[in-house]
């Protein structure tokens, strides 16, 4: 193979990784930082791709549909923030785990109630619908690489809120020692409430910025979830940063891995997060202990 | 979940039958004919297992609506006596399928056993099935073993064995002039058994397979696989993706610019029901299949009309799949005037049946395994219509099966 296709697989394995942060991006924020285990973060997911699915439908426009859909989520966000994981904190994991599974099961069933079981797809909006010539016979579509430059935007933002403003100092308080954070007169409650309706909005936000270059069926949020989990385990939890390298790492491994190896390949993301489990258990950009 | 509902239903009917059972043991044992000792209006059960949720659920819906449809055709009479059905979701988990199908089966006892989609459901259900348990209809897993080493009298397949869905494939590729073809498919049972069908036929008519690429079952990130079917430059490719995965995998394959250069072939799940979802990316691909929408033959129209009017939605190959497993189950009771007890007569009934199916004409191989017509058909506007038969009567060798 000539320098060319292995030029084209790095910009896959790019793109690759950029689209696996954006769609851990949620997760990142309630499981990174929040450190609330969401099984969940796959049907919030799919409740973007749903959204932007039936709202593009009605509006005829993917950023209309986005423009609606961000607030919906965020509202759905709340609700389960308020009504289920907010009696959790006190309490062990465990019952994190058990809810946020339930949760899968009513996102699920609520799907089917409301959109059935059809597969359907999202078009790319027409402005971004053409593609750039690669290789004498493979061309790339433009939204690709809009969708890098979202994921950008978005790494970023999130990186600035949590690390560098007032409001990420609060969080990042809160999620160590909310009892001090508390006694120190800020609503940790209201200030959960709405970070975790953020997370939401932020994994359906995922969800509606990758339909059109993917499908929308039902189920579609238990592939993401797994692969999401991975991104934030290798990256260390509490590190946006790590969480943006994790996804990197993975699209490269991923991308590489099928063409080099190609037997392996259903499994080198996973030897992947092995090997980097035993050298730092903390992940890359995880603190110790 | 529909499971928990279930029981609470299920468990009354439970005692009632086994009273009504245990009637009937009673009366037996003084040598009066069963059918006679239940009475010929006591209920046939049958035990519905598919998948209504997960990235099966269209597939079970419709295997289910068309078969509902058509026992209401019949009136809702198996050889004289009303159905009651008892219906779990399967949810395609292999690992409650030995379970689910116990309970059908011993719980319930049922008289017929109808299920599943997903293949590895399908052995755990058929080894538990197999001999004395319920006669089985198969409306959609292709396991080659279903109908080969685990074939029985009571089994019964009214879709498609893998092999049967990938070997037509061969020559209906060389026959469009394609030499040259790389072979790309989800690496897991099914479409191993796919893949190794078409590539028997393909190697077998003089042509070359450049590169076998396997890609991980079910993931759906397909770029990298499509930047070396670009350098490969082959004539075709020849592929087997389902559902969600075929919907991206189509639309990929045209965002790559590949559809003019490289021609795109593949099982029929590739482009079936899924023309909403595809939109112009499917527009030329062609596919291999034992049925589709455009056929021409009366029970088509007709079944297609029916199926739209009774469910809201347009037919599909599961749909037929379905309908045909009702069928069968008709003929065997109507044989039999409603004598479950009667199992070797309505067997004989059943795989003998000569059905004018939507699909055409279908019988039964020795395995139980359908005989049919497959097509080539191209997606032209959204619908996927007949080329020109691929292969007439298309058996399956039935490996391993001694009946």
């Known amino acids: 193979m000539e320098l060319s296709f292995y030029l084209v697989q790095l910009l896959n394995a790019v793109q690759y990784g950029f689209l696996l942060f954006l769609v851990a991006s949620g997760l990142t924020l309630l499981f990174g930082i929040m450190g609330i285990i969401n099984l969940a973060h796959g049907s919030f997911y799919m409740l973007g791709s749903y959204l932007a699915y039936w709202l593009t439908g009605v509006t005829g426009n993917l950023w209309l549909g986005i423009l609606l859909g961000l607030p919906i989520a965020m509202l759905v966000g709340y609700l389960v923030e308020r009504l289920a994981i907010s009696s959790l904190y006190k309490r062990d994991h465990l019952y994190q785990v058990l809810l946020t599974f339930a949760l899968i099961l009513i996102f699920n069933e609520l799907q089917q109630i409301l959109w059935g079981t059809d597969v359907h797809s999202v078009p790319i909006p027409e402005f971004l619908a053409g593609s750039i010539q690669l290789t004498e016979n493979q061309v790339y579509p433009v939204y690709r690489l809009f969708i890098s430059a979202a994921c950008i935007v978005v790494a970023a933002g999130m990186y600035w809120v949590i690390q560098k403003t007032r409001l990420g100092m609060m969080v990042r308080a809160g999620a160590t020692n909310r009892e001090m954070v508390q006694s120190l007169g800020i609503n940790v409650n209201r200030l959960f409430a709405l970070v975790f309706s953020f997370g939401v909005a932020l994994a359906a936000f995922a969800g509606m910025l990758a339909s059109p270059v993917d499908s929308v069926y039902p189920g579609m949020g238990e592939n993401v979830l797994i692969i999401s989990f991975v991104v934030v385990v290798i990256g260390g939890t509490g590190s946006i940063k790590g969480a943006f390298v994790g996804a990197m790492l993975i699209g490269l491994v991923s991308t590489f891995g099928k063409v080099l190896l190609p037997e392996m390949a259903s499994i080198m993301v996973y030897a992947l997060m092995a090997v980097i489990l035993l050298w730092r258990p903390q992940g890359l950009f995880g603190r110790a202990g | ?403």
Request: hydrophobic share 40%.
């Open chain 2, 1 to 403: 979940m529909s499971d928990e509902k279930m029981t609470g239903i299920t468990r009354r009917d439970f005692i009632i039958k086994g009273a009504v059972a245990t009637a009937g043991l009673a009366t037996a044992s003084i040598l009066v004919p069963q059918s006679f000792a239940i009475g010929a209006q006591a209920k046939v059960k049958v035990g519905i297992l598919l998948p209504y949720t997960g990235t099966y659920a269209k597939l079970g819906t419709n295997i289910r609506d068309a078969m509902l449809m058509r026992f209401a055709e019949a009136g809702n009479m198996l050889g004289g006596r009303p159905i009651e059905f008892v219906d779990i979701d399967s949810e395609a988990k292999p690992a409650m399928a030995q379970q689910l199908t116990d309970k059908l089966i011993k719980k319930e006892n049922v008289d017929f056993l109808v299920g599943p989609v997903h293949s590895v459901v399908g052995m755990a259900m058929v080894k538990t099935a197999r001999g004395d348990g319920p006669i089985t209809v198969i409306p959609n897993a292709g396991a080659n073993m279903l109908t080969g080493s685990l074939c029985a009298p009571n089994i019964f397949r009214t879709s498609f064995s893998s092999y049967q869905m990938g070997y037509p494939g061969g020559p209906a590729m060389l026959e469009d002039g394609h030499k040259r073809v790389v072979l790309m498919y989800w690496n897991y049972g099914f479409g191993k058994e796919v893949a190794a069908g078409f590539k028997e036929s393909f190697e077998a008519g003089g042509g070359t397979i450049v590169k076998e690429i396997a890609t991980p079952f079910p993931e759906v990130d397909f770029q990298a696989y499509l930047t070396e079917l670009a350098a490969l430059k082959p004539d075709a490719v020849y592929t087997f993706y389902a559902g969600g995965g075929a919907v991206k995998y189509v639309k990929d394959y045209a965002a790559a610019g590949l559809k003019d250069s490289i021609k795109l072939y593949g099982a029929g799940f590739l482009t079936e029901g899924l023309g909403a979802a595809q939109g112009d990316a499917a527009e030329g691909v062609r596919t291999i299949l034992h049925y589709a929408d455009t056929l021409d033959n009366p029970e088509n129209h007709l079944f297609r009309a029916a199926f739209k009017k009774s469910t809201g939605n347009d037919a599909d190959v599961y749909a037929v799949q379905g309908y045909d497993a009702g069928e069968l189950i008709l003929r065997g009771m109507n044989a039999v005037k409603g004598d479950v007890g009667a199992r070797a007569e309505m067997i004989r009934a059943m795989e003998t049946a000569e059905i004018a199916s939507p699909r055409g004409k279908l019988r039964f191989s020795k395995s139980h395994n359908p005989i049919h017509d497959v097509y080539l058909r191209e997606v032209i506007k959204g619908e996927n219509r007949v080329v020109r038969v691929a292969a007439r009567d298309q058996d399956d060798p039935a490996e391993g099966c001694s009946m």
